[in-house]
Protein backbone atom coordinates (compact mmCIF):
# COMPACT_ATOMS: atom_id res chain seq x y z
CA UNK A 1 0.00 0.00 0.00
CA UNK A 2 1.00 3.44 -0.69
CA UNK A 3 1.93 5.79 1.79
CA UNK A 4 1.83 9.93 1.23
CA UNK A 5 5.01 11.06 2.32
CA UNK A 6 4.47 14.70 3.61
CA UNK A 7 7.55 16.83 3.59
CA UNK A 8 7.90 19.37 6.34
CA UNK A 9 8.60 22.07 3.92
CA UNK A 10 5.86 21.83 1.72
CA UNK A 11 3.28 24.91 2.09
CA UNK A 12 -0.07 23.98 3.88
CA UNK A 13 -3.22 25.64 2.13
CA UNK A 14 -5.44 26.60 5.12
CA UNK A 15 -9.24 26.76 4.51
CA UNK A 16 -11.61 27.16 6.94
CA UNK A 17 -15.27 26.86 6.69
CA UNK A 18 -17.12 29.44 4.43
CA UNK A 19 -19.30 31.46 6.35
CA UNK A 20 -22.77 31.02 7.30
CA UNK A 21 -24.29 34.01 6.58
CA UNK A 22 -24.36 35.27 3.13
CA UNK A 23 -23.50 38.54 1.32
CA UNK A 24 -25.34 42.18 1.85
CA UNK A 25 -26.60 43.17 -1.67
CA UNK A 26 -28.19 43.20 -4.87
CA UNK A 27 -28.12 39.49 -6.59
CA UNK A 28 -28.90 39.00 -9.96
CA UNK A 29 -31.38 36.30 -10.97
CA UNK A 30 -31.19 36.45 -14.19
CA UNK A 31 -33.52 38.01 -17.27
CA UNK A 32 -37.38 39.10 -16.44
CA UNK A 33 -38.56 38.25 -19.21
CA UNK A 34 -37.95 34.01 -17.63
CA UNK A 35 -39.99 34.95 -14.86
CA UNK A 36 -43.16 36.64 -16.37
CA UNK A 37 -44.39 33.55 -17.49
CA UNK A 38 -47.47 33.15 -15.29
CA UNK A 39 -45.44 30.47 -13.24
CA UNK A 40 -44.36 30.31 -10.06
CA UNK A 41 -40.38 30.00 -10.23
CA UNK A 42 -38.51 28.19 -6.93
CA UNK A 43 -35.18 29.59 -6.35
CA UNK A 44 -32.77 27.91 -4.09
CA UNK A 45 -30.59 30.72 -2.40
CA UNK A 46 -29.22 32.11 0.77
CA UNK A 47 -29.85 28.87 1.70
CA UNK A 48 -33.22 28.34 1.16
CA UNK A 49 -35.79 28.55 -1.14
CA UNK A 50 -37.72 31.42 -2.63
CA UNK A 51 -40.91 31.66 -4.83
CA UNK A 52 -40.80 34.89 -7.26
CA UNK A 53 -44.25 35.35 -9.61
CA UNK A 54 -46.39 37.51 -12.02
CA UNK A 55 -48.92 39.75 -10.17
CA UNK A 56 -51.79 41.15 -11.84
CA UNK A 57 -50.25 44.28 -12.81
CA UNK A 58 -47.61 42.35 -14.47
CA UNK A 59 -44.80 43.14 -11.85
CA UNK A 60 -42.80 40.15 -9.66
CA UNK A 61 -42.80 39.70 -6.23
CA UNK A 62 -40.69 37.12 -4.27
CA UNK A 63 -41.36 35.12 -0.83
CA UNK A 64 -39.79 32.35 1.01
CA UNK A 65 -41.03 28.84 -0.76
CA UNK A 66 -41.94 27.01 2.43
CA UNK A 67 -45.37 27.33 3.84
CA UNK A 68 -45.48 27.68 7.23
CA UNK A 69 -48.63 25.25 7.58
CA UNK A 70 -46.69 21.62 7.31
CA UNK A 71 -43.33 23.06 5.20
CA UNK A 72 -44.89 21.90 1.50
CA UNK A 73 -43.24 23.83 -1.25
CA UNK A 74 -44.94 27.01 -2.97
CA UNK A 75 -43.86 26.59 -5.84
CA UNK A 76 -46.24 23.97 -6.86
CA UNK A 77 -49.12 26.08 -5.97
CA UNK A 78 -50.54 28.60 -8.10
CA UNK A 79 -51.20 32.36 -8.29
CA UNK A 80 -54.86 33.57 -7.63
CA UNK A 81 -55.57 37.32 -6.65
CA UNK A 82 -51.70 38.20 -6.48
CA UNK A 83 -51.64 35.24 -3.94
CA UNK A 84 -50.18 31.80 -3.99
CA UNK A 85 -52.33 29.47 -2.94
CA UNK A 86 -50.66 26.21 -1.36
CA UNK A 87 -50.68 22.78 -3.37
CA UNK A 88 -51.47 21.11 -0.12
CA UNK A 89 -53.92 22.44 2.00
CA UNK A 90 -55.01 25.92 0.24
CA UNK A 91 -53.89 28.14 2.27
CA UNK A 92 -53.57 31.41 0.77
CA UNK A 93 -50.22 33.83 1.16
CA UNK A 94 -50.38 37.46 0.39
CA UNK A 95 -47.40 39.01 -1.70
CA UNK A 96 -47.37 41.26 1.48
CA UNK A 97 -46.53 37.52 3.08
CA UNK A 98 -49.88 37.65 4.76
CA UNK A 99 -52.37 35.05 4.68
CA UNK A 100 -55.29 36.23 3.45
CA UNK A 101 -57.59 32.77 3.25
CA UNK A 102 -57.57 29.01 4.85
CA UNK A 103 -60.54 27.30 3.12
CA UNK A 104 -61.36 25.50 5.69
CA UNK A 105 -60.53 27.24 8.96
CA UNK A 106 -62.89 30.01 10.63
CA UNK A 107 -59.98 31.96 11.93
CA UNK A 108 -56.61 32.97 10.16
CA UNK A 109 -53.88 32.04 13.13
CA UNK A 110 -52.43 35.63 13.56
CA UNK A 111 -48.47 34.03 13.13
CA UNK A 112 -49.82 33.72 9.51
CA UNK A 113 -47.39 35.45 7.89
CA UNK A 114 -44.10 34.72 5.72
CA UNK A 115 -40.70 36.62 4.78
CA UNK A 116 -41.24 38.39 1.51
CA UNK A 117 -38.00 39.84 -0.68
CA UNK A 118 -37.17 42.79 -1.71
CA UNK A 119 -36.74 42.78 -5.72
CA UNK A 120 -36.14 45.16 -8.82
CA UNK A 121 -36.11 45.16 -12.20
CA UNK A 122 -32.54 46.75 -14.28
CA UNK A 123 -31.62 45.99 -17.45
CA UNK A 124 -34.21 43.49 -18.29
CA UNK A 125 -32.61 42.08 -15.73
CA UNK A 126 -33.83 40.66 -12.39
CA UNK A 127 -32.01 41.20 -8.43
CA UNK A 128 -33.31 40.43 -4.90
CA UNK A 129 -31.75 41.74 -1.95
CA UNK A 130 -30.56 40.23 0.53
CA UNK A 131 -29.56 41.50 3.80
CA UNK A 132 -28.93 39.20 6.94
CA UNK A 133 -29.79 42.28 9.06
CA UNK A 134 -33.01 42.94 7.46
CA UNK A 135 -32.48 46.33 6.52
CA UNK A 136 -33.64 47.53 2.53
CA UNK A 137 -31.52 48.65 -0.09
CA UNK A 138 -30.24 52.30 -0.14
CA UNK A 139 -29.83 54.20 -3.05
CA UNK A 140 -26.43 54.32 -2.74
CA UNK A 141 -26.21 50.66 -4.26
CA UNK A 142 -28.69 50.77 -6.50
CA UNK A 143 -27.62 48.62 -10.25
CA UNK A 144 -26.48 51.51 -12.48
CA UNK A 145 -28.89 51.55 -15.91
CA UNK A 146 -26.63 50.82 -18.86
CA UNK A 147 -28.73 52.42 -21.93
CA UNK A 148 -27.13 50.14 -24.42
CA UNK A 149 -29.43 47.61 -22.97
CA UNK A 150 -32.81 49.34 -24.33
CA UNK A 151 -30.94 50.45 -27.45
CA UNK A 152 -31.56 48.92 -31.18
CA UNK A 153 -28.19 49.40 -32.09
CA UNK A 154 -27.51 46.47 -29.48
CA UNK A 155 -28.12 42.94 -29.55
CA UNK A 156 -30.50 41.42 -26.74
CA UNK A 157 -28.76 39.80 -23.69
CA UNK A 158 -27.95 35.97 -24.46
CA UNK A 159 -27.02 34.64 -20.98
CA UNK A 160 -26.15 31.08 -19.81
CA UNK A 161 -25.91 29.45 -16.19
CA UNK A 162 -23.59 27.09 -14.80
CA UNK A 163 -24.10 25.43 -10.57
CA UNK A 164 -20.62 25.17 -9.29
CA UNK A 165 -19.72 23.85 -6.25
CA UNK A 166 -17.83 26.09 -3.62
CA UNK A 167 -17.78 29.17 -2.09
CA UNK A 168 -18.38 32.29 -4.31
CA UNK A 169 -15.42 34.07 -2.85
CA UNK A 170 -13.20 32.16 -4.62
CA UNK A 171 -14.91 33.33 -7.89
CA UNK A 172 -14.59 36.87 -6.79
CA UNK A 173 -10.86 37.04 -6.67
CA UNK A 174 -10.53 36.63 -10.40
CA UNK A 175 -11.35 40.62 -9.84
CA UNK A 176 -7.41 40.87 -8.90
CA UNK A 177 -6.05 37.87 -10.64
CA UNK A 178 -3.96 39.07 -13.36
CA UNK A 179 -1.50 35.70 -14.11
CA UNK A 180 -4.63 33.86 -15.13
CA UNK A 181 -5.42 35.52 -18.76
CA UNK A 182 -2.35 33.95 -20.63
CA UNK A 183 -3.02 29.88 -18.90
CA UNK A 184 -6.61 30.25 -19.17
CA UNK A 185 -7.64 32.44 -21.61
CA UNK A 186 -4.98 32.42 -24.44
CA UNK A 187 -4.00 35.74 -23.59
CA UNK A 188 -0.68 36.29 -25.12
CA UNK A 189 0.30 39.05 -23.34
CA UNK A 190 -0.59 41.46 -20.75
CA UNK A 191 0.57 45.36 -21.00
CA UNK A 192 -2.03 46.89 -18.84
CA UNK A 193 -3.62 46.35 -15.38
CA UNK A 194 -5.13 48.03 -12.52
CA UNK A 195 -7.98 47.58 -10.15
CA UNK A 196 -10.06 50.20 -8.36
CA UNK A 197 -11.70 49.18 -4.81
CA UNK A 198 -14.09 51.82 -3.89
CA UNK A 199 -17.33 51.55 -1.48
CA UNK A 200 -19.60 48.59 -2.86
CA UNK A 201 -17.25 48.65 -5.89
CA UNK A 202 -14.35 47.05 -7.23
CA UNK A 203 -13.06 47.36 -10.78
CA UNK A 204 -10.75 45.17 -13.00
CA UNK A 205 -9.25 47.11 -15.95
CA UNK A 206 -7.02 45.30 -18.11
CA UNK A 207 -5.38 45.58 -21.99
CA UNK A 208 -3.83 42.86 -23.60
CA UNK A 209 -3.24 40.58 -26.51
CA UNK A 210 -6.19 37.79 -27.20
CA UNK A 211 -6.30 36.10 -30.39
CA UNK A 212 -9.37 34.58 -29.60
CA UNK A 213 -11.72 37.55 -28.78
CA UNK A 214 -9.84 40.29 -30.53
CA UNK A 215 -7.57 39.30 -33.35
CA UNK A 216 -6.04 42.42 -35.16
CA UNK A 217 -6.02 44.78 -31.99
CA UNK A 218 -5.70 44.72 -27.99
CA UNK A 219 -8.88 43.81 -26.04
CA UNK A 220 -9.66 46.25 -23.62
CA UNK A 221 -11.72 45.44 -20.62
CA UNK A 222 -13.34 47.80 -17.90
CA UNK A 223 -14.85 45.47 -15.33
CA UNK A 224 -16.63 46.67 -12.18
CA UNK A 225 -18.71 44.21 -9.18
CA UNK A 226 -21.44 46.80 -7.90
CA UNK A 227 -21.82 44.77 -4.82
CA UNK A 228 -20.70 41.32 -3.71
CA UNK A 229 -22.45 39.78 -6.51
CA UNK A 230 -23.39 41.47 -10.01
CA UNK A 231 -20.06 42.26 -12.42
CA UNK A 232 -20.58 44.48 -15.72
CA UNK A 233 -17.42 44.05 -17.76
CA UNK A 234 -17.33 46.95 -20.60
CA UNK A 235 -15.36 45.58 -23.60
CA UNK A 236 -13.55 46.72 -26.60
CA UNK A 237 -12.17 44.55 -29.04
CA UNK A 238 -11.57 43.98 -33.01
CA UNK A 239 -12.64 41.26 -35.30
CA UNK A 240 -12.17 40.65 -39.11
CA UNK A 241 -11.01 44.23 -38.97
CA UNK A 242 -14.38 45.47 -37.21
CA UNK A 243 -14.05 47.48 -33.95
CA UNK A 244 -16.31 45.10 -31.38
CA UNK A 245 -17.88 46.66 -28.20
CA UNK A 246 -19.70 44.36 -26.35
CA UNK A 247 -21.05 44.21 -22.56
CA UNK A 248 -20.46 41.08 -20.55
CA UNK A 249 -22.59 40.85 -17.28
CA UNK A 250 -21.30 37.89 -14.87
CA UNK A 251 -23.24 37.17 -11.52
CA UNK A 252 -23.86 34.56 -8.72
CA UNK A 253 -26.18 33.92 -6.35
CA UNK A 254 -25.16 31.57 -3.65
CA UNK A 255 -27.64 28.25 -3.53
CA UNK A 256 -25.29 27.74 0.23
CA UNK A 257 -22.25 27.84 1.90
CA UNK A 258 -20.33 25.86 -0.28
CA UNK A 259 -22.33 26.23 -3.65
CA UNK A 260 -23.56 29.21 -6.18
CA UNK A 261 -25.58 29.66 -9.58
CA UNK A 262 -23.24 31.64 -11.75
CA UNK A 263 -24.72 33.66 -14.51
CA UNK A 264 -23.27 35.15 -17.42
CA UNK A 265 -24.58 37.33 -20.22
CA UNK A 266 -23.70 39.21 -23.18
CA UNK A 267 -24.81 41.96 -25.48
CA UNK A 268 -22.79 43.53 -28.44
CA UNK A 269 -23.39 46.34 -30.54
CA UNK A 270 -24.33 45.75 -33.90
CA UNK A 271 -22.35 45.94 -36.84
CA UNK A 272 -23.10 49.43 -38.99
CA UNK A 273 -23.80 48.73 -42.85
CA UNK A 274 -24.52 44.95 -42.19
CA UNK A 275 -27.69 43.50 -43.35
CA UNK A 276 -29.28 42.36 -40.37
CA UNK A 277 -28.87 38.54 -40.72
CA UNK A 278 -25.06 39.28 -41.34
CA UNK A 279 -24.92 41.75 -38.29
CA UNK A 280 -26.66 38.41 -36.58
CA UNK A 281 -23.97 36.35 -37.09
CA UNK A 282 -21.35 38.70 -36.19
CA UNK A 283 -22.86 39.18 -33.07
CA UNK A 284 -23.72 35.06 -32.38
CA UNK A 285 -20.05 34.63 -33.13
CA UNK A 286 -18.59 36.77 -30.53
CA UNK A 287 -21.42 35.77 -27.91
CA UNK A 288 -20.13 32.26 -28.57
CA UNK A 289 -16.54 33.38 -28.51
CA UNK A 290 -17.07 35.21 -24.93
CA UNK A 291 -19.67 31.89 -23.46
CA UNK A 292 -16.34 30.08 -24.43
CA UNK A 293 -13.91 32.24 -23.04
CA UNK A 294 -15.77 32.71 -19.69
CA UNK A 295 -16.61 28.65 -19.29
CA UNK A 296 -13.03 28.60 -19.50
CA UNK A 297 -12.80 30.17 -16.20
CA UNK A 298 -15.60 28.06 -15.20
CA UNK A 299 -13.98 25.43 -15.47
CA UNK A 300 -11.00 26.42 -13.04
CA UNK A 301 -13.79 27.31 -10.57
CA UNK A 302 -15.99 24.36 -10.77
CA UNK A 303 -12.49 22.23 -9.84
CA UNK A 304 -10.10 24.18 -7.13
CA UNK A 305 -10.17 24.38 -3.37
CA UNK A 306 -10.80 27.66 -1.15
CA UNK A 307 -7.80 28.84 -0.12
CA UNK A 308 -7.15 31.16 2.83
CA UNK A 309 -4.04 32.18 2.30
CA UNK A 310 -3.15 32.03 -1.11
CA UNK A 311 0.41 31.52 -2.21
CA UNK A 312 1.41 34.62 -3.75
CA UNK A 313 4.12 36.00 -5.73
CA UNK A 314 5.27 39.71 -7.22
CA UNK A 315 3.31 39.31 -10.12
CA UNK A 316 0.22 38.18 -8.97
CA UNK A 317 -2.51 41.20 -8.46
CA UNK A 318 -4.10 42.21 -5.24
CA UNK A 319 -6.22 39.08 -4.46
CA UNK A 320 -5.87 40.02 -0.30
CA UNK A 321 -6.98 43.49 -0.56
CA UNK A 322 -9.59 42.35 -2.86
CA UNK A 323 -11.00 40.09 0.16
CA UNK A 324 -10.50 42.57 2.38
CA UNK A 325 -12.94 44.45 0.16
CA UNK A 326 -15.36 41.82 -0.58
CA UNK A 327 -15.43 40.94 3.31
CA UNK A 328 -17.54 44.17 3.73
CA UNK A 329 -20.85 42.40 2.82
CA UNK A 330 -20.53 39.82 5.26
CA UNK A 331 -20.04 42.62 8.34
CA UNK A 332 -22.98 44.33 10.03
CA UNK A 333 -22.99 47.63 7.67
CA UNK A 334 -21.49 49.44 10.72
CA UNK A 335 -18.92 47.23 11.93
CA UNK A 336 -17.30 47.64 8.19
CA UNK A 337 -14.16 50.19 8.89
CA UNK A 338 -14.20 53.65 6.88
CA UNK A 339 -10.35 52.15 5.93
CA UNK A 340 -12.06 49.28 3.76
CA UNK A 341 -14.41 51.07 1.83
CA UNK A 342 -12.07 54.39 1.00
CA UNK A 343 -10.92 54.46 -2.79
CA UNK A 344 -8.03 52.33 -3.33
CA UNK A 345 -6.04 52.16 -6.71
CA UNK A 346 -3.70 49.75 -8.33
CA UNK A 347 -1.79 50.04 -11.44
CA UNK A 348 0.48 47.65 -13.55
CA UNK A 349 1.76 49.37 -16.53
CA UNK A 350 4.07 46.90 -18.94
CA UNK A 351 4.15 49.88 -21.77
CA UNK A 352 0.25 50.21 -22.42
CA UNK A 353 0.40 52.73 -25.66
CA UNK A 354 -1.53 55.82 -24.20
CA UNK A 355 -4.00 55.90 -27.08
CA UNK A 356 -5.28 52.91 -25.62
CA UNK A 357 -5.14 53.52 -21.96
CA UNK A 358 -8.22 53.06 -20.14
CA UNK A 359 -9.00 55.92 -17.93
CA UNK A 360 -8.76 55.13 -14.26
CA UNK A 361 -12.32 54.69 -13.31
CA UNK A 362 -15.00 52.59 -12.89
CA UNK A 363 -17.13 50.62 -16.16
CA UNK A 364 -19.12 53.35 -17.28
CA UNK A 365 -17.76 56.11 -15.34
CA UNK A 366 -15.03 57.28 -17.47
S1 LIG B 1 -48.55 23.02 3.80
FE1 LIG B 1 -49.26 24.74 2.73
S2 LIG B 1 -51.36 24.77 3.16
FE2 LIG B 1 -50.62 23.09 4.27
FE1 LIG C 1 -11.03 34.86 -16.58
Redesign the pocket.
Known sequence: MATAIKSKAAYTIESAAPPERFARGWHCLGLVSDYKDGKIHGIDIFGTRVIIFQKADGSLAAMDAW?P????DLALGKVENDSVV?K????SWGCDGVCNDIPYAKTIPPKARINTWEICEQNKLLFIWNDPEGNGPTEDVAIPRMDQVFSDEWSEWSTVKWNININCRELIDNVADMAHFGPVHGGTGTVYFANIFEKHKATQIMVGTFPNLSEDDFLTTVATYYGPAYQITHMFGQMQGMPVESILMNSHTPVDSNSFELRFGVIVKKFPGMTEEQCNEMVQGYVDATNKAFGEDVEIWHNKVRVDNPLLCDGDGPVIRLRQWYDQFYQDADAVPAKVRERKEMEIDKGVPADVKPAMAHAFEA
Open positions: CHMGACFHGW
